[in-house]
């Protein structure tokens, strides 16, 4: 054990340094270990916004926040914990906006806010379009400013278990090589999501889901696995995010006639529908041949140059870049994306898992605040409120108990089975194992899904694991071995497949992101208004589920 | 057809601080050179200095107000190009221009304020460009190739472009800024070898050698160093700021190293003129630290 | 497409180096970065890059490129290939390797930490507990500073860093700016003078190199000289680099013209300058020091003198009087000609304009 902490935070993005500024100004000594550098973090690629009932821009109020995030997920968010998210919104955008975020302003200098999808209000406050990457350096600096020490470049591998708690985390130090055990009264997992489950996804490829992995492998249960959402407008091939604050800023969306086709599926809303609406929406129209190779149009031409410029600066520089297309002239070819895990571990509304000492916040949570399909501009604020109170919770939980022991089995074990990847000479290049996982994620459990696709994915994953036990790491070496932790990453990968598969299978109906056209195409509340929850016995996964807790917001139909 | 017969272009001719002052050598020999070359310059008399990035940095609005009152003067010659001789005027006026050009407010509140001073109002007609682009292409480029005619054959030339004639690029925008020629196509087109070497798009160090002398050697020795490795006999550059440093500070880099150098340092119009055959009493190498003539005299044919 | 790379692989442990070849086959699409994950994939995967996002946001992969630092996400191979050419690619320059294309961004951090990059604002909360309102207008100043990702490509290409390693450098007097020119931010006399310090803002040769190799419109050089107007228009002058710049003010307004001759000691102060007599005289004998009397004076020198009065008075000192142009400048990067609508709409390929489905379609 190379030190310890009262408490420590695993991953460094918005969730993580949120959590980890607020154990400090709690009074504990807390530490974060990250495997990129803090302002590396999937968070600053957020663009959009961050949603809270600031009624800057019109009249708002948290409640209807609430009913909107209610209704966005279909009915599976648990109700308290929406509530929490909406009424701390406000406080919580504002001791951003007071440590030094950057915000875009009103004409009268308040934070500006814009329209987003399934909203009832200007709701998503932003900075142009690349809102997370503000927040991730504002935290940042409020992060220096407490000098909160960071394990940077530290992979976090093992969860440290004794005597029913989490005392810790086992870590491979990615720059100088070697394992290295940081114990910890309270672990808060902060780790992202698994978008790299997926070939064309809007995530890093730092996204692959190492906490629900590692809660996974502790015997902790995941939430809601099954519910991956698909962002309506990413970019071919690699799935590069095109901001929803374009469709904010009034953008349409075409098919290869020109047809706003949302007309057909979303009358009210049109193109600011809830994300599942719009990617269904979209998928059909690919499929039913309209759109243009295997894309629709997202079309800001009519918005101008200067609010193009003025507003969505980077959006423009990511479609110049990556396809030679400026959207001033011409329509951003548009396809859904893997974007963003609404499951998880499954945690309490303060971020408390079933496991003492263990919490987990931001994307790698389920709380649930998003249940079925998250709304635009409501992961940063669960990052930023969740943040909070994991990391005030935990450090209550640190400064009232003292001990910390790591038992010695803990870095021996991950020993044994680090020589046992690092000896082997011969086999596979994980490579492919990586990549056929991805491309079959995609073609079998994407934006629509079918009973036969699913149990194929089931057992193209079981053989995938099978290869895995053989893949080479070809580099032996100490420093910076990222094809060390690109293996581990992937086996982490298909630990989460194997989850997702198991989940999507037995929810036999469609609900926000799980979409069974064939054999289930309607909600099924009788049924299924419950969480799935996964766990691993005798290493299987095993389902079981969990009622959704609802406090004011009956289940109505669900329509934009 | 030579090259006198054509009619001269007219263009206003900025020469800035230092070919007015410890750089005169530069200013006669683009003088001699000009109408050689078609270009008739006329001179800007009621106009200052840009500031040399230094009231830049220092009163960024004046520094505004004075280049536009140089582009204003310079629209008022009836010319639609003002001639610069250096880098640094480049930069700073490219970059006022542009300023003007792109925002009609900054223009207005810009011209009410010369009008005030009793100066004339701009209307932006004016394009900046440097001595060096308007002879490493077009009809300045055939002009050059005729009027070379004395060459420089077998000398080996060190283009030294320095910093503020290539970046930012959007700004000077002549040549790709990690891949110039310009330089190369005018020794060439004079009959030299132009050699290569890293450091030649890198900086002299000289904005701050007065401020941060030792950090400004530590740049400056680069391309002395590497040019004179690569064979260099001298070195040309567009610039008198580049060439000051070079040159001058060139003795101080052998105080503090303890080795030689002595590489002559030629402004661009004295490599072209020598090529073309100008004079002693234009091109003035004796006001030179490090002096030109014995490499040049290896040239006789 | 077939791509060709070279890349210098390089081990700290064993201080090996070496430029080893690669031909890989790449999809069109590729960048730099997707060709590197190639390399490593298939071919060795003891290679060492850093990378994350892919989508030029997270500020990992910054290298070099044929000497020039990009971040590989960036960067599209397709024309690379096409024209032929094999690129080196390369560690950033001005920070130590650690392995192959990864550095140790230590040095990079510690100057970014040294210029308090947190705000320290003149509150402790706005009064109504809600945001402190400012203007857009006012948070435009550090518009172009918050923007930074931190990839190190500035640094990597700083001439004055590779001189003085220890000048605080572009990445870190941008972060800088970001709080001097934050209308929220109490401390800016504190931090203008700290970055006035020896290795601060009067280091920066002025190469550009910054400005040229930021991948996200930055211009850190352009923060710098902010600062230096925020310094001066403070009355933090004392600096030899501040004297340089208030001296070539000084000479416009009183003959137009620099008064080379007497820069020497107006920034270095009489003493200095007097060390520097040898060197002088060596200038002197070949006219390079001309007399300051009788002085070169512009004519209508007047204006300009009566401009500077005039331009004081009209609050646009400071970090303003750079941002004022900065809407103009960045009309030189977005490339569009201002057309309409129906001429966009018109134009020969484009697009189907958009209509409901109760529309009849335009054809």
Known sequence: MIAKHDVLVVGAGCAGMRAAIEAFDAGADVAMISKIHPTRSHSGAAEGGINAALGNASEDDPEIHAFDTVKGSDYLGDQDGIQILCDEAPGDVYQLENWGAVFSRTEDGRIAQRPFGAAGAPRTAYAADITGHVLVQVLWEQVCKRDIPTYEEFFAWQLVLNEDRCQGVVCWDLLNGGLKTIGAKTVILATGGAGRLYTGTTNAYSCTGDGMAMALRAGLPLKDMEMMQFHPTTLAPTGVLITEGCRGEGAYLLNKDGERFLKRYAPNTMELASRDVISRAEQMEIDGGRGVDGNVLLDLRHLGAERIIERLPGSRELAMTFLGVDPIYDPIPVRPGAHYHMGGVATDVWGQTELTGLYAA??????????????????????????????????????????????????????????????????????????????????????????????????????????????????????????????????????????????????????????????????????????????????????????????????????? | MSATETPLKRVAYYKGCLASLSAKELDTSTQALAPQLGLELVELESVTCCGAGDIHEAEPDYYLHLNARILTYAEATGADMLLTVCNVCTLNLRQANYMLQGDSDLLARVNENLVTVGAPAYSGG???????????????????????????????????????????????????????????????????????????????????????????????????????????????????????????????????????????????????????????????????????????????? | MKVALKIWRYDSATGDRALKEYEIEAPEWATLLDCLDIVKDRHDGSLAYRKSCRMMICGSCGMRMDGAAVLACKTRMYDIAEAGHIPVVSAMGNLPIRKDLVVDMEPFWAKFMAMKPWLQPGYERPEDGREYPISQERMNVVHKESLCINCGCCVSECNAMESDPEFLGPQALAKGMRFVGDPRDA?????????????????????????????????????????????????????MGAKHAKWFVKSAETTGWLRETELVPKTQGVVSAIKQTKFALGLALHGKVPPPFPPHVARNVNEARNLRKLVREQDRQGALGHVQGEHALAKLDHGHAGESLEEIYDRPGAAPRPWLPEEAPQK
């Open chain 1, 362 to 560: 931001g994307e790698c949570a389920c709380v649930s605040v998003h249940g079925a399909n998250r709304l635009g501009g409501n992961a940063l604020m669960e990052t930023i409120t969740y943040g909070k109170r994991s990391g005030r919770h935990a450090a209550d939980w640190a400064l009232s108990h003292t001990t910390v022991e790591v038992p010695e089995s803990a870095e021996r074990d991950a020993e044994r089975e680090l020589s046992a990847l690092l000896d082997r000479t011969d086999g596979e290049r994980p490579w492919s194992i990586r990549d056929e996982l991805a491309s079959t994620m995609h073609e079998n459990f994407g934006v629509f899904r079918r009973e036969r696709q699913m149990e194929e994915q089931g057992r193209i994953v079981a053989g995938l694991r099978e290869r895995y036990q053989r893949a080479l790491v070809e580099d032996k070496g100490e420093v910076f071995n990222s094809d060390l932790t690109g293996t581990i990453e992937l086996g982490f990968l298909l630990d989460l497949a194997e989850c997702m598969v198991v989940a999507g299978i037995e929810r036999k109906e469609s609900r926000g992101a799980h979409a069974r056209p064939d054999d289930y195409p309607v909600r099924d509340d009788e049924n299924f208004m419950k969480h799935t929850i996964v766990r691993l016995v005798d290493g299987a996964p095993q389902l079981s589920w969990e009622p959704v807790r609802m406090t004011k917001w009956q289940p109505q139909e669900r329509k934009y």
């Open chain 3, 187 to 239: 401390a800016t006399i504190e931090r203008l003078e700290a970055y006035n310090s020896e290795h601060g803002i009067w280091d920066c040769t002025r190469c550009f190199f910054c400005n040229e190799r930021c991948p996200k419109g930055v211009d850190p050089r352009d923060a710098i000289a902010k600062l230096g107007a925020e310094s001066v228009a403070q009355g933090i002058d004392r600096d």
């Open chain 2, 126 to 301: 004016v394009e900046v460009r440097h001595l060096l682009w308007e002879i490493a292409e077009g009809p300045g480029y055939e002009k050059l190739k005729q009027v070379a005619h004395r060459g420089l054959k077998g000398l080996k030339v060190a283009p030294f472009y320095g910093c503020q004639i290539l970046r930012p690029s959007k700004i000077l925008g002549f040549e790709d800024p990690d891949r110039p020629w310009s330089l190369e196509r005018i020794i060439e087109a004079c009959g030299g070898e132009a050699i290569d070497y890293p450091a030649k798009i890198k900086c002299c160090g000289f904005p701050i050698i007065q401020a941060r002398e030792e950090t400004a050697m530590g740049e400056l020795i680069q391309p002395v160093e590497q040019a004179l490795e690569a064979g260099a006999d001298v070195m040309v550059t567009p610039c008198p700021l580049c060439h000051l440093s070079l040159d001058a500070w060139q003795s101080k880099l052998e105080t503090s190293t303890g080795r030689t150098f002595q590489l002559p340092i030629l402004h661009l119009a004295q490599l072209v003129g020598v090529a073309a055959g100008l004079e002693e009493a234009e091109l003035k190498f004796k006001r030179h630290i490090v002096d030109p003539r014995p490499a040049l005299e290896r040239l006789e044919v």
